[in-house]
């Protein structure tokens, strides 16, 4: 063959160049475990953080694609979860870079800072240990925390780890979009009722601060929460004033919205009230803050309802100093002889021939009395009705008028004044007292 046909020159230029291809090749199958090992090497002690001891792959380039702008690395921990490396630009214009971690179950591993520049007590927030704190608590499922007064720069965090969570979902196959509260965390806060759910976390509790209206605060997502709970006949009539450190964080604000809690009115302790999307920390702490109003102060801490009722299945005997007849029953149903009244310790001493001095525990445990006189096994009146109570603005109607107690006997069922349940309870109480007095029990 002629050395200088094209045809020649054409086969030559082949081998060379199926030559050299083999020679890349080889280079290639030789190097790349070395390249690999070395881009591993660069950012190990940070994976190491996350994952001390574990056996990490570089799969930057099998997961991320050009719409991943945000997006430096991708990491597996074998066995345990995947860590990505990303930037963006915050408030200051030199950037931020940082990592974050998940678990295979999608919950955060860790969440730290590689380089930043974030003016010190705004952007920097984004980085500092009470935010990292914030970020462990959520999931792949979750959005990022926004801080008031570091807005553009958690924003910027929050639009990269948006992408990183993306990847993850879909590596793991998680199905909830990054805007969605995990489902799992959800179920967890929403499918027991108020009476069941365990609360423990959430450490609520409540006081006292009129007869049926309660000054509570439980743990947030931020820290405290705090609210004033009313509550009638075993229902909550309102949640207002609800604040606290999750206001303003860019998640759960839609619960601090005025009316933004009137789905809880009527709720009882066997009511389910379903969690707000992507809130589950500020939500469980209304839920426990309700049901610890509804119980009476405190939430339940265990899986079944924890109830505030207390009762004795003992009579109270008459001669001088007569306690009224206490049982399981309940106060505004039952007969003035089967009411429940242990919580007002009622009693009475006959001052006269079928005429009582009585005392009894209202509301806050302040004192009232009254002078009760009975003829025949009924009530004839019930006069000089004193104590803290008067003048609080709600129960005064009962010093006004007790009137609806004439002719009352044990077998008489006398209603609660809506409002006023410890008044009425101490009424009610120091009535029962008196009838069995007269009666000798």
Excluded: R
Excluded at 14 to 35: H, Q, R, Y
Excluded at 106 to 115: D, H, P, Q
Excluded at 124 to 146: C, G, H, R, W
């Amino acid at each position: 063959m002629d050395k200088n046909s094209s045809t020649y020159k054409t086969i030559l230029l082949s081998v060379v160049c199926a030559l050299a291809g083999a020679c890349l090749a080889a280079a290639n199958a030789v190097t790349k475990p070395i390249i690999e090992e070395n881009a591993i090497a660069a950012v190990k002690t940070t994976l190491d953080q996350f994952y001390p001891g574990a056996s990490f792959t570089d799969v930057t380039t099998k997961y991320v694609t050009s719409e991943y702008t945000l997006v430096d690395g991708v990491y597996e921990a074998e066995g345990k979860g995947y860590i990505f490396t990303l930037h963006n630009t915050g408030y200051s214009s030199s950037g931020f870079k940082f990592a974050i971690a998940f678990n295979t179950d999608g919950t955060i591993a860790g969440y730290m800072a590689l380089e930043q520049n974030e003016t010190s007590g705004k952007g920097s927030l984004a980085f500092e240990q009470n935010y990292i704190d914030q970020v462990t608590k959520l999931t792949s499922s979750d959005d990022m925390p926004l801080i008031s007064g570091a807005t553009i720069t958690t924003t910027a965090v929050k639009n990269a780890v948006a992408q990183a969570e993306a990847i993850f979902n879909q590596i793991e196959g998680i199905t909830a979009s990054p805007s969605a509260t995990a489902a799992a965390t959800a179920s967890a806060a929403s499918s027991g009722t108020l009476g069941e759910t365990n609360f423990s976390s959430q450490n609520a509790s409540c006081k006292v601060s009129s007869e049926g209206v309660y000054s509570c605060q439980a743990k947030g997502f931020n820290g405290t929460v705090t609210a004033t709970v009313t509550v009638k006949d075993g229902a909550i009539v309102s949640i207002t004033d609800l604040a606290g450190a999750d206001d303003g964080d860019g998640v759960g604000d839609d619960l601090f919205k005025d009316g933004a809690l009137s789905s809880y009115a009527g709720a009882t302790l066997k009511s389910t009230v379903d969690v707000e999307s992507g809130a589950t920390y500020t939500s469980k702490a209304i839920q426990a803050m309700a049901a610890a109003a509804l119980n009476g102060g405190t939430a339940s801490t265990s899986t079944s309802a924890a109830t505030a009722s207390a009762s004795t299945t003992s009579g109270a005997t008459a001669s001088s100093g007569a306690t009224a007849k206490s049982s399981s029953s309940t106060t505004t149903s039952d007969t003035l002889g089967t009411g429940d009244y242990t919580s007002a310790n009622a009693s009475c001493t006959a001052s006269s021939d079928g005429v009582y001095a009585c005392k009894a525990t209202g509301f806050s445990n302040a004192a009232v009395s009254a002078t009760i006189t009975v003829k025949d096994g009924a009530i004839v009146s019930i006069t000089d009705l004193t104590g803290a109570d008067k003048g609080d603005g709600v129960g005064d109607t009962w010093y006004s008028d007790a009137s609806v107690f004439n002719g009352a006997t044990l077998d008489s069922s006398i209603d609660a004044m809506s409002g006023a349940t410890y008044t009425s309870k101490a009424v009610k109480g120091m009535a029962a007292a008196a009838l069995n007095a007269a009666a000798g029990k």
